[in-house]
């Protein structure tokens, strides 16, 4: 019972909601026919990435949870016997909206939701503008597969959210993500930052001795407001095992399924040679919930 | 004044000391004469790795600080003017012994130290039978050259440490480090354990938009008592930017000098445009001082 049979899916993704759901609806089908029994989206799938711009009518896309999105998800989940990773745009009260994954076990309940607690605000990712920042802490998901330490995004950027659901016992870190270049960067500097993304994730499997699923899309997608050129969204979904290890990783451009076994088990081993959490000097921390040490 | 022309002096190691600090002095001085003028050493470089084996006999090797050997290097400092980051083995009070970095301005003067504050203990490094844990917190050394978050090897695997000295101000991280392969070990796990070590340093740069500095010994070192195979020393010392891109790389198994400018205003560069410290959720970190949070 060690192993997860996980799939992700990296997508384009199009501008009508219901048309994006029926997609990936068969290709959740499609991952479960080949064994999937956890499967991981990108991040705000059902939608275009509305954040390349400030537009209030984009708050129309939100939803509540419960709600459409979630019955068709949980739907899926239950029909399939899967466990379900989705990452949804949350209405929660008027004028009051998440960026949110919400998690299906494999009889269709929702196990657990957690809401993005970083949030990002910098030229086509105006995120501060649409989502609250998450008020319900770092706190893994209890499902039938294991305790799924579910982030989102920026999220990945910080070693304290993935050591946070670490300590509080999270199997496997999953990360949705919508992530690309801007189109006017050097080949470098598009390099340098996609290597950045995965060098990150990937470090936060070392230092935990955990697994981490990262999903992002793919594709171009324009600038409405065309003050940007789009965001080329760049791929290279991941799993990567607890010591930072490739175990499979998406193309740049391709929309993928891939799927891949994870053995809950190597997390015991690897802490076993690598104890990192025996040594942690958690006397000499208390400096970290500062701004900054000045 | 933004350049740090840095060296990073990867070396083999003797058993007789002063032969090891004469062959170190060589270095140093061709390092400076090539223009450096920060140099860092690998951990411990004054003699073989001796923890080994637990032997209460390697207690000799060590020295007061200040003592014979911060003599030594702040005499070269102060005569080739140069910041010079060592790493020692300090008997600080009868039976009371620290992994000690100590840092030389251009006058020769100590700027400062650091007491190692992660202590590993597995077989072949036993550390924890030579070191007391450090009680200096994690402390940036001011410098001529900028303020140098000097950390210590095992302190490598742990973000709260590069996140606690970034928070106090540090321009560069970095890591005298002694780490290598078991020789019984697969080539994979080899492999494995190498690119991790590579990975999350590389990912304290991102996390932190700094550059790193990490230089390892070479080559190969029996174990006195004849337990375990001895340490091969995987070299791979290296310098990433505050993207986590590789500056220099040096090979497995030579000693080498490598020359770099590390150009401390890319700094604020990057932090403008990933401004990870404006979103930390430091009102949500508090659980990370819990041994684990269950």
């Known amino acids: 019972m060690s192993i997860i049979q ?9 501008s009508d909601k219901l048309a994006n759901r ?47 999105a979630t019955d068709f998800y949980s739907q899926l989940a239950g029909e399939l016997g899967i466990v379900l990773v989705t990452s949804l745009f949350e209405k929660r009260a008027p004028g009051l909206y998440h960026n949110t994954a919400v998690v299906f076990d494999t009889n269709g309940s929702i196990a657990g939701k957690y809401r993005k607690m970083h949030i990002p605000d910098d030229p086509a990712y105006y995120e501060k503008f649409y989502f609250t920042p998450g008020d319900m802490g770092f706190e893994p998901i209890q499902t039938s597969v294991g305790k799924l330490g579910v982030l989102v995004c920026w999220d990945q950027w ?26 006017t960067d050097t080949d470098a500097e598009k390099n340098r930052q996609r290597e950045a993304w995965i060098t990150i994730q990937r470090a936060h499997a070392v230092a935990n001795g955990v697994p981490v699923i990262s999903v992002n899309r793919t594709g171009y997608e324009a600038d409405p407001s065309k003050v940007t050129n789009g965001i ?24 993928e399924i891939q799927l891949i076994d994870i053995d809950k088990q190597r997390t015991e081993n690897v802490r076993r040679i690598w104890p990192y959490f025996r040594d942690r000097r958690i006397d000499a921390y208390a400096s970290i ?6």
């Open 6 to 14: 996980t799939a992700i899916i990296q997508i384009k993704v199009g």
């Open 22 to 68: 029926q997609k990936l609806g068969n290709k959740i089908r499609e991952a479960a026919n080949a064994g999937a029994k956890l499967v991981v989206l990108p991040e705000l799938h059902d939608s275009l990435y509305f954040c390349q711009t400030e537009d209030v009518s984009n708050f129309d896309l939100a939803e509540p949870i419960p709600g459409p």
């Open 158 to 183: 910080y070693p304290e959210a993935a050591r946070l659901m670490a300590l509080r016992g999270a199997d496997v870190l999953i990360y949705p993500t919508a992530i690309g270049y801007e189109l």
């Open 232 to 255: 080329e969204f760049w791929g290279n979904s991941f799993v990567a095992g607890p010591q930072g290890e490739f175990m499979v990783q998406a193309s740049n451009t391709n929309e």
């Open 289 to 294: 919930v500062k701004r900054y040490d000045d």
